[in-house]
């Protein structure tokens, strides 16, 4: 079986990791995860859910291709329209 070149990416407080990887015509983005996931920063516990290639969610089944960048996802911090609310009261 031919193996193919991804990426696995995460970035946040914890640090910032893009790791190439080797792996074989099949894999799907949460295996490649999964063979990431010790080289990720102390503390980063991935989440099937929390997944995406090139800013797009996808599910942990979808089998990758040639060049894809899986990306990890962190849960948000403050709800968005929250976070509106907070700056439009500052009037920034």
Same mark, same amino acid.
């Given at each position: 079986?031919?193996?193919? #070149?991804?990426?696995?990416?995460? =970035?946040? *407080? $914890?640090?910032?990791?893009? !790791? ?6 099949? @894999? ?7 063979? =990431? =996931?010790?080289?990720?920063?102390? #503390?980063?516990?991935?989440?099937? @859910? ?14 990758? $291709? ?9 849960? !948000?911090?403050?709800? *968005?329209? $929250? ?10």
């Amino acid at each position: 079986m031919a193996e193919i #070149g991804v990426e696995v990416a995460y =970035a946040g *407080p $914890e640090g910032q990791v893009v !790791l190439k990887l080797g792996v074989p015509e099949g @894999t799907t983005a949460w295996q490649a995860v999964q063979q =990431a =996931a010790p080289a990720l920063p102390a #503390g980063v516990m991935p989440d099937p @859910t929390r997944i995406g290639i090139f800013a797009k969610k996808v599910a942990p089944e979808r089998v990758l $291709e040639e060049g894809d960048r899986v990306e990890l996802y962190r849960p !948000l911090t403050l709800d *968005p329209m $929250e976070a509106r609310r907070r700056r439009a009261s500052r009037g920034a």
